[in-house]
């Protein structure tokens, strides 16, 4: 059977899928980020630390552990890497200066093609994480009102309008009118920028791209998500069905209720 190498970022995601990989007996290597992966993740299955932006190192040593598939999964922040390209190796300083532009499809999908070119075959992890994805319909929380409905059928067409120019997969929305769009800083601080300008009462909205690749890059909805929503007062979540993850959905529901969110998951296409 091929081996999986798991390219790690940050959050619970690789996590979750190292675990499921072990139980259906495939053999894994994880290549952790310092600084980036959480360290837990190394008593799952061997780990192979690295500094992001050695990508060299990280082509050589995968092929020195004979990895067949690569899965990439975790959150780097777009403005890590924006900022320490001066420390990054010659491969990855040349990688970054043929790139057309630098937002984050155009990145993923160039280190993609750069891994097949090395003779690596990127697979799609959901097979391993389908429980996680969100289903359609009531989430968490209770029933949603009609007017917080109709916010989230508005914002989600905003916000795949904007995953679909790649500036970010979230949108936070009060009374039909777009309060905050996410860009460089990331959803959390999105959604909080949301209250502030808004006040509570704010639904904030997360969709996949357009014909979205499942092996990067897809939506993903945690805890922490919860709790920057806490924060800002905000009253639904409003998710793309199918095309999010959602970590720890049984947490989700337990926080949705404490908190009063309503949780939905609702089919964009």
Same mark, same amino acid.
């Given at each position: 059977?091929?081996?999986?190498?798991?390219i790690a970022g940050a959050g619970e995601l690789p996590v979750e899928f190292?675990?499921?990989?072990?139980?259906?007996?495939?053999?894994?290597?994880?290549?952790?980020?310092?600084?980036?992966?959480?360290?837990?993740?190394?008593?799952? =299955?061997?780990?192979?630390?690295?500094?992001?932006?050695? !990508?060299?190192?990280?082509?050589?040593?995968?092929?020195?552990?004979?990895?067949?598939?690569?899965?990439?999964?975790?959150?780097?922040?777009?403005?890590?890497?924006?900022?320490?390209?001066?420390?990054?190796?010659?491969? !990855?300083?040349?990688?970054?200066?043929?790139?057309?532009?630098?937002?984050?499809?155009?990145?993923?999908?160039?280190?993609?093609?750069?891994?097949?070119?090395?003779?690596?075959?990127?697979?799609?992890?959901?097979?391993?994480?389908?429980?996680?994805? =969100?289903?359609?319909?009531?989430?968490?929380?209770?029933?949603?009102?009609?007017?917080?409905?109709?916010? =989230?059928?508005?914002?989600?067409?905003?916000?795949?309008?904007?995953?679909?120019?790649?500036?970010?997969?979230?949108?936070?929305?009060?009374?039909?009118?777009?309060?905050?769009?996410?860009?460089?800083?990331?959803?959390?601080?999105?959604?909080?920028?949301?209250?502030?300008?808004?006040?509570?009462?704010?639904?904030?909205?997360?969709?996949?791209?357009?014909?979205?690749?499942?092996?990067?890059?897809?939506?993903?909805?945690?805890?922490?998500?919860?709790?920057?929503?806490?924060?800002?007062?905000?009253?639904?979540?409003?998710?793309? !069905?199918?095309?999010?993850?959602?970590?720890?959905?049984?947490?989700?529901?337990?926080?949705?209720?404490?908190?009063?969110?309503?949780?939905?998951?609702?089919?964009?296409?």
């Amino acid at each position: 059977m091929k081996k999986i190498g798991l390219i790690a970022g940050a959050g619970e995601l690789p996590v979750e899928f190292a675990k499921s990989a072990l139980q259906k007996n495939r053999q894994l290597i994880i290549y952790g980020i310092k600084g980036i992966t959480d360290r837990k993740i190394q008593s799952i =299955a061997p780990t192979r630390w690295l500094y992001l932006g050695q !990508a060299q190192k990280l082509i050589d040593t995968m092929k020195q552990d004979s990895i067949s598939d690569v899965v990439m999964l975790g959150k780097i922040e777009h403005y890590h890497l924006l900022t320490s390209i001066h420390r990054f190796d010659r491969r !990855a300083k040349e990688f970054f200066g043929k790139l057309i532009d630098r937002r984050a499809k155009s990145i993923l999908e160039a280190v993609l093609k750069e891994l097949e070119k090395e003779g690596f075959n990127p697979i799609d992890p959901s097979p391993y994480l389908s429980s996680l994805l =969100a289903p359609e319909g009531l989430i968490g929380g209770n029933e949603p009102s009609k007017e917080l409905l109709e916010d =989230a059928y508005f914002g989600l067409k905003i916000a795949r309008e904007i995953a679909s120019l790649d500036i970010g997969q979230t949108v936070v929305v009060k009374d039909k009118i777009v309060i905050a769009v996410e860009g460089l800083e990331g959803t959390d601080r999105c959604i909080i920028r949301g209250g502030e300008l808004a006040g509570e009462g704010t639904v904030v909205c997360k969709v996949a791209r357009r014909n979205q690749d499942m092996r990067y890059d897809v939506p993903v909805v945690g805890e922490k998500t919860l709790k920057s929503m806490k924060k800002a007062k905000a009253r639904l979540l409003a998710v793309e !069905a199918e095309k999010t993850f959602l970590i720890e959905r049984e947490k989700l529901k337990e926080l949705s209720h404490k908190f009063n969110i309503s949780i939905i998951g609702i089919r964009v296409d």
